[in-house]
Structures are given as structure tokens and as C-alpha cells.
């Protein structure tokens, strides 16, 4: 199995930054590939961005040009810089893994508001 741990999350007012941290525990060789997305109210968990072992990256719509997701020195950390927060980027945000299956953090709140 896999374990993973955000953390960074916060209370920001709009146009401000954060850096989301993820570390990945446990049956780390199996990860090929890590990525955040992100659950706002009355809203379905959304793609944010996502990087491979290989370090391509990809990039929701509404975050290109504000967000940057890059993996630590370790493939098993990713962190996501978030920079010229909106309002509409208040969610809870989630670390996913790719692995045999896909492996699921608890979530770090965001919340952009003035």
C-alpha cells in the first residue's frame, strides 16, 4: 500500500500564494506518476495538475500560468506552488498517486478569500 500526507494548506487572500507539500509512504517503487486535485463545494474532485516519473506535467485550464506542480529530489515528494490564488481555487485539495491503483491522501483545505 501506499500513504500519502499533504500539507500546506491554508487561509490566503486573493492574488496571494501557497505551496501544497505531498510525501508519499509505503510501496513507493510503485509509483510511476503523482498528482493534486481538488474538491470545492457542491463541486465533483477535479484534475489540478499532474507530473510523471519522467517529469511531464499537466495542467488544469484555470490553473496554466498561476500553478506549478514539481517532484522533490525523491520521486515519492510533489509539491504544488500556487500562486494568484482566485476565490474559485477555495477546495480541499488532494495528493494522488499512480500506482497499480490509484492511492489517496486525506486533503489540505484552501481557502482564498478576502
Known amino acids: 500500500q501506499v500513504q500519502l500526507a499533504e500539507s500546506g494548506g491554508g487561509l490566503v487572500q486573493p492574488g496571494g500564494s501557497l505551496r501544497l507539500s505531498c510525501t508519499a509512504s509505503g510501496s513507493v517503487f510503485s509509483i510511476n506518476g503523482m498528482g493534486w486535485y481538488r474538491r470545492a463545494p457542491g463541486k465533483q474532485r477535479e484534475l489540478v495538475a499532474s507530473?510523471?516519473?519522467?517529469?511531464?506535467?499537466n495542467y488544469a485550464d484555470s490553473v496554466k500560468g498561476r500553478f506549478t506542480i514539481s517532484r522533490g529530489n525523491a520521486r515519492n515528494t510533489v509539491y504544488l506552488q500556487m500562486n494568484s490564488l482566485k476565490p474559485d481555487d477555495t477546495a480541499v485539495y488532494y495528493c494522488?498517486?499512480?500506482?497499480?491503483?490509484?492511492?489517496w491522501g486525506q486533503g489540505t483545505q484552501v481557502t482564498v478569500s478576502s
Open positions: 494522488n498517486a499512480h500506482s497499480w491503483r490509484d492511492f
Open positions: 507530473i510523471t516519473s519522467g517529469g511531464s506535467t
